[in-house]
């Protein structure tokens, strides 16, 4: 039996890291909807206590984390006066130990950032079900998570919706089906400043920023969107994921989010996965793979499509997106620089200290300042000290840029 199998008969155990967050409550919402299958074994927050709380209190886990005594402790008080049993565990070793924990079977990493990735890891090396919605993780990570990955037996499942797309195009039993595919094309929706001048976007607010058009996410990927920076991101993740050339990851813009990603094979044949815009949809699947399950998100209506159309990127509106490609040539390790960067430009342009088209400028100097010099026996410690070592190095350019 694989590891990620749940024995027959029984619910699977899911732990949810960052189930605070828009795509935590997204999983707690499909969970929801099947407790013939699914347990909430453990969940996590970062900040929102009271919330996190909540959760436990309607869907009772074994576990619940926090990063810090002083929150676990808050939340410790309002489990006990509400007569919840979900113990409280506190620092980033408790998401690890969560994450891998023998009683789960499913690990959804729905953190932000790069702050993810040790959890990551250890689902990975646990050899668990790992539903990947934590994109930065994996482009920390690369050949080490995925190596993690292989040795630890784990079944990864992409969350992202352009990646379960193509992984929803593929077949199941994926061996040798590489030598088909001519390349894979992410589409993006081109977020709330497509279409608009260059040079107007210097004065853009964190508010007009974060007002996506098609989707409802978490602040840190919405300004990723509206750079396109979010894009770039995906062509590092969809690159590791199915093992592909840099060359075979391909982006268009598709302003209506409704063709979420395509294959195109060698006799020219394209396969595309499509539906509304939800994420309960690969939550579902990921969940649920290789069956599929009520999601919950309303159905296509064909009839109602005003179209779908298609245009090229604009690269002078988003300088950004061509850093993927750049970071994927240069040595191993500058995906994470860029990351690194980019989350720290990004951190700073929400505060106010830089402008948002300055986001660019601080992704483009780091990934030029800092060449990392990583061997191949890398490991985990090796690649967050470049990630630190990154962030100071933006930090500085942000001093330097700061308004
Ligand atoms: P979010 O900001 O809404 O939620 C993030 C969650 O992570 C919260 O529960 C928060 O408490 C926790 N968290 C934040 N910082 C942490 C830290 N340092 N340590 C531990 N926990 C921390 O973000 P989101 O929109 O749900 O996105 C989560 C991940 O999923 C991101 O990597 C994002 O790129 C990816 N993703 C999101 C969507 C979406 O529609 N929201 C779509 C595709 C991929
Ligand atoms: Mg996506």
């Not at 979900?86 to 408790?94: D, S």
């Not at 990603?261 to 539906?275: N, P």
């Not at 509106?317 to 960067?341: D, E, Y």
Request: glycine residues 8%; contains cysteine; charged residues 20%.
């Amino acid at each position: 039996m694989k590891t990620d199998q749940a024995p027959t008969g029984q619910r699977r155990r899911v732990a949810i890291l960052g189930s605070t967050g828009s795509i935590g409550v997204s999983t707690l919402d499909v969970v929801a909807r099947h407790p013939d299958r699914f347990e909430v074994f453990g969940l996590s927050s970062h900040q929102r206590v009271a919330e996190l709380v909540e959760q436990c209190l309607r869907f009772q886990p074994r576990v619940a984390v926090l990063p810090d005594r002083a929150r676990a402790q808050e939340a410790r008080h309002l489990l006990a006066e509400r007569g919840s049993r979900t113990e409280v565990l506190e620092g980033a070793r408790a998401l690890s130990q969560l994450a891998s924990a023998g009683e789960v079977d499913t690990v959804m990493a729905a953190i932000v950032g790069a702050a993810g990735l040790p959890a990551c890891m250890a689902a990975a090396s646990a050899g668990k079900r790992l539903l990947l919605a934590n994109k930065e993780a994996l482009v920390v990570g690369g050949a080490l998570f995925m190596r993690a990955v292989a040795e630890g037996g784990a079944t990864l499942l992409p969350i992202d919706s352009e990646h379960s797309a193509i992984f929803q195009c593929l077949p199941e039993d994926r061996s040798g089906w590489g030598r088909h595919i001519d390349h894979i094309v992410l589409t993006a929706s081109g977020g709330p400043f497509r279409g608009r001048d260059p040079e107007s976007l210097h004065g853009v607010t964190p508010a007009q920023a974060v007002a996506h058009p098609n989707w409802v996410m978490g602040r840190k990927i919405s300004v990723d969107s509206a750079t396109m920076m979010n894009k770039a991101l995906e062509v590092i993740e969809a690159r590791w994921l199915f093992d592909l050339s840099p060359a075979q990851v391909r982006v268009v813009i598709h302003p209506q989010s409704i063709v979420h990603s395509m294959v195109v094979c060698h006799d020219a044949s394209v396969l595309a996965q499509m539906g509304t815009p939800d994420m309960r949809v690969p939550i579902a699947y990921g969940l649920s793979f290789p069956e599929r399950i009520a999601s919950g998100a309303p159905r296509l209506d064909f009839l109602q499509l005003q179209g779908l159309t298609f245009e090229a990127v604009d690269e002078r509106l988003f300088p950004g997106l061509g850093l993927a490609w750049q970071a994927l040539a240069a040595p191993p390790g500058t995906t994470a620089v860029l990351n690194a960067a980019n989350e720290v430009a990004v951190e700073c342009f929400l505060q106010g200290t830089i402008r948002f088209t300055d986001i660019h400028t601080v992704n483009a100097r780091t990934v030029e300042r800092l060449t990392p010099v990583l061997a191949a026996s890398a490991t985990l410690d090796d690649l967050l000290e470049l990630d630190r070592r990154a962030r100071d190095e933006a930090a500085r350019t942000v001093r330097a840029l700061a308004l």
